[in-house]
């Protein structure tokens, strides 16, 4: 019989690699906590129509990349592609926007694209999304957060901002125009993907990886000349806050995003740490996009962050805490006829010592077995529990990672033995 395997682009997490997540994860989810965002969490299944509405009809992600299906009532369904469309809805749907919210959220997301490192099918994101706050201080506040993140996860010279705005509607239209106008001239000079886009989405063809692409844009119109003036004044709020709060940044005026919903501040934190320059968080302002899909007209901003190229960097440029592997303090062998006693003081253990990760050694073996588990296991002590020390209430404690001789001590005096 064919052995079943993962889907392409799916990927497991094996015991080994979790400790990283969690890592990751508790270090993101107290720095949120910290800043007064509250999680929330929306479904990984949507309507179809969320996801088209909001991210756009012309974009990559809804032409190309979408899981979407029928489900069982003919309804058109679709695995979330990114996570501010759904929380834009459960905002609206359960009355949040009446006040401004700070949410954060984190889990996989969905695209059928080619798997590369640091890219995959099934993918996660940390994502923030602020909404009711107008000014250029709250876009300044989350990029003050994501640069404390950086410091706090030792990357911070690892990781470039780049910084742009896209203005409101009307000078979008007015840039488009004269970004049209001059690529049609030039058409022919053009990649076969940004001809294609020419005609839908010419915005995207700014972020074109083709060489002789790049080069004919170095001479087309700079969007940052077509800003209208609240949109130029905001940028300028934006840079001088970033500014005095010590956080660098670089202008990129080519810098457009790959959704249409975003406008005025958009921006990305690139690093070149893994080959190729790669985004390892991005977003900007979509101050239209809660009234597009129904509510009010709302202020809205956010990022998304994708964990697996972070991990992937705190890995190869190896700064992550020396004991992250291990799993377990202690590992308590039980040799003989001395499962209930064994079983009893690790509970003890516990209630008195929460911080302890206790393993208790099950099904048996000989004490030489039991010790190889126990030294595999990583544990700093192997705690031994065999028939004498059960009669006596004691535990003899074998130190596994230093030079110290094992003693046996009393059962009552073992907790405070292990927190000296």
Request: one cysteine or more; aromatic letters at 8%; hydrophobic letters at 40%.
């Amino acid at each position: 019989m064919k052995q079943l395997r993962a889907i392409r682009g799916m990927n497991d997490l094996l015991p080994e690699q979790s400790p990283v997540w969690q890592y990751v994860e508790s270090t993101l989810s107290e720095l949120f906590a910290r800043y007064g965002y509250s999680e929330i969490r929306t479904p990984y299944l949507e309507a179809t129509q969320l996801f088209s509405r909001a991210v756009g009809e012309a974009t990559d992600i809804v032409e190309k990349e979408m899981y979407t299906f029928d489900d069982k009532s003919g309804d058109s369904v679709t695995l979330r592609p990114e996570g501010t469309a759904g929380t834009v809805r459960a905002a609206i749907q359960n009355n949040l926007l009446i006040q401004p919210q700070r949410l954060w959220y984190f889990g996989p997301m969905f695209r059928y694209e080619r798997p590369q490192k640091g890219r995959l099918r099934q993918f996660h994101q940390f994502g923030v999304e602020v909404f009711g706050i107008e000014g250029p201080d709250i876009d300044a506040e989350i990029l003050i957060m994501t640069a404390r993140l950086w410091r706090q996860l030792g990357i911070s010279e690892h990781v470039k901002l780049q910084l742009n705005s896209l203005g409101n509607s009307a000078s979008r239209a007015a840039y488009r125009e004269a970004l049209v106008e001059y690529l049609t001239a030039r058409r022919e000079q053009l990649d076969e993907d940004s001809q294609r886009r020419l005609e839908r989405n010419p915005l995207r063809i700014l972020d074109s990886k083709n060489a002789q692409t790049q080069e004919l844009l170095a001479e087309a119109p700079c969007l940052l000349d077509f800003l209208d003036e609240e949109s130029a004044a905001h940028f300028d709020q934006l840079r001088a806050l970033l500014d005095a709060a010590g956080v660098a940044y670089e202008i990129n005026p080519k810098l457009v995003r790959g959704l249409d919903y975003y406008g005025k501040t958009v921006f990305e934190w690139v690093t070149d740490s893994l080959g190729a320059q790669g985004t390892v968080c991005a977003g900007g302002r979509y101050d239209g996009l809660v009234e597009q899909m129904g509510g009010k007209s709302t202020p809205a901003v956010g990022f998304g962050l994708g964990v697996e190229r972070l991990v992937l960097m705190l890995e190869t440029l190896e700064v992550l805490p020396e004991a992250l592997g291990q799993q377990v303090d202690a590992y308590l062998v039980a040799v003989g006829d001395v499962q209930s006693a064994a079983l009893g003081a690790a509970e003890r253990l516990r209630d008195e010592l929460p911080w302890l990760r206790l393993q208790t050694h099950c099904g048996g073996g000989s004490f030489k077995s039991q010790m190889k588990k126990a030294d595999k296991s990583g544990a700093d002590y192997a705690l031994i529990i065999g028939e004498d020390e059960a009669a006596a209430g004691q535990v003899t404690v074998k130190y596994l990672r230093a030079e110290a001789p094992q003693q046996t001590v009393a059962l009552s005096e073992l907790t405070a033995l292990l927190q000296s």
